[in-house]
């Protein structure tokens, strides 16, 4: 398996890292930037050819996939050239940032066949995979889920501290994250409402937002967002059910008592873009659709602009 990964910052080495532990798959292209960052991370990770030419790069027949970790306005325009010159394809979170792009990015997909997956890594965390396989088995339902998403970003900077050439967005990316998972717990989200704070002067994006879910089932959501907390970083998810409680801190995961519960042995590794990483090349190699293909994850998308109109 010959893959090309797009993006050379903070999520794009993630992807590297995860790459490197699956029998069988070769990173043979790296697309960048700036060509001098993107040569040396290619030389890092041992990949054979750098380029800031993406649509060069999808000419080579070294490459059966690509893994897109780019700037989120080019996902989409990506994500279909990708699908018209015949490899398949990995958009790291979000798919896209307006619902008429998601609905092209899957008609796409529906035309061509081929395997296109969203990088919605908390399906794959083995913390949340614990409490979905709770779930499965009938012994534990989702009555309300608690989540706040956290960080400190009142620069244009990505997870490394770098400075970004696009800027971030609360709903289309981070809560896209708990959306998606809270339908993946819970089932279909019938009602969702939303508040955001003041607008940042510089960055022309709220810092803050509230959003509410509550799902067929009649499960709740509360979601808290905020670039402005400066503390702990990252994402807390509780998980209140009808048999017990639940803390998920990424691949960490305690009872309602912080009594921790053991997920080593819940899959083949611990780092959820890893295991996303395995589902997508597993998903080629066997003809099948992916856990969290575009088709899976679009209702969440349906649910981000529905709450973008209600903003406006």
């Given at each position: ?9 903070a ?20 697309v ?122 009142r620069?244009?900077?990505?997870a ?97 008592k ?9 899959d083949?590794?611990?780092?959820g ?17 992916p ?22």
């Open positions: 398996m010959k893959i090309a990964l797009a993006g050379g910052g999520f794009g080495e993630k992807h590297l890292d995860g790459l490197q532990k699956i029998d069988g798959v070769e990173v043979t292209a790296l960048g930037r700036r060509q001098k960052p993107t040569q040396i991370m290619a030389d890092k990770y041992g990949v054979g050819f750098a380029t800031t030419n993406y649509n060069e790069m999808l000419t080579r027949e070294d490459v059966d996939a690509v893994i897109l970790a780019t700037p989120t306005p080019m996902h989409a325009d990506q994500a279909i050239a990708a699908m018209n010159a015949g490899k398949h394809i990995e958009v790291e979170i979000p798919l896209a940032d307006s619902w008429a792009a998601c609905e092209a990015i899957l008609a796409k997909q529906k035309e061509t066949g081929l395997v296109c997956m969203v990088g919605h890594t908390r399906r794959f965390n083995p913390s949340h995979q614990w409490v979905h396989n709770q779930i499965a088995a009938g012994a534990f339902n989702v009555q309300q889920m608690d989540v706040q998403t956290y960080f400190f970003r620069k244009n900077i990505n490394k501290g770098q400075a970004r050439s696009w800027t971030d967005h609360l709903l289309w990316h981070h809560a896209a994250h708990t959306v998606d998972l809270f339908t993946y717990q819970a089932g279909p989200i019938v009602q969702a409402n939303a508040l955001q704070g003041p607008i940042h002067p510089v960055l022309g994006i709220a810092m803050d937002m509230s959003i509410q879910l509550k799902a067929e089932s009649g499960a709740i959501c509360t979601l808290s967002l905020s670039f402005n907390n400066e503390g702990p970083l990252g994402t807390f998810f509780r998980y209140i059910g009808d048999t017990g409680t639940y803390i998920a801190r990424y691949d960490d995961l305690v009872n309602g912080e009594e921790p519960i053991d997920v080593l042995n819940i083949v590794s611990m780092n873009i890893e295991l996303q990483d395995r589902e997508f090349v597993a998903a080629i190699r066997e003809g099948r659709e856990n969290s293909s575009v088709e899976q994850v679009l209702p969440c998308y349906k649910v981000l602009h529905d709450l973008e109109q209600q903003i406006a």
